[in-house]
């Protein structure tokens, strides 16, 4: 996945809105919070970082293009970076994405969530 696809794709999910921000990275947000960035490589290859389930990041911390993610994991938070591309299916990031922005989304308050439309049954 590149930049642009990357960007597409998140804009694609609901309720989300965009900066740039900590050094030029791409910041995805929903409810104000963050749920993606894009940038952030040790490489000049692109390097997408997303929230997880305790259960994901446990798998994907030993699992081949991914890592815990630099400044968050450090900190105790559930966050991993993919960062080779090579290693990784374009439909297994998307998945984590779309993950990441659930698990953000449920942390809203409920008048929040309701009023940007998200997990309404």
């Known amino acids: 996945m590149d930049?642009?696809?990357?960007?597409?794709?998140?804009?694609?999910?609901?309720?989300?809105?965009?900066?740039?921000?900590?050094?030029?990275?791409?910041?995805?947000?929903v409810g104000g919070k963050v749920f993606a960035l894009g940038g952030?490589?040790?490489?000049?290859?692109?390097?997408?970082?997303?929230?997880?389930?305790?259960?994901?990041f446990d798998f994907l911390s030993d699992?081949?293009?991914?890592?815990?993610?630099p400044y968050f994991a450090n900190r105790g938070m559930k966050w991993i970076q993919q960062y080779d591309s090579k290693q990784v299916k374009h439909e297994e990031l998307c998945y984590y994405l779309s993950e990441s922005h659930r698990i953000v989304s449920l942390g809203l308050s409920k008048t929040k969530q309701k009023e940007l439309g998200l997990n309404q049954l």
């Open 3 to 29: 930049y642009d696809s990357f960007n597409k794709f998140c804009g694609a999910l609901p309720a989300t809105t965009y900066v740039v921000q900590w050094g030029n990275s791409h910041v995805w947000k």
């Open 40 to 56: 952030w490589s040790d490489k000049k290859q692109p390097a997408f970082t997303f929230k997880t389930s305790p259960l994901n």
């Open 63 to 69: 699992y081949l293009g991914y890592k815990p993610a």
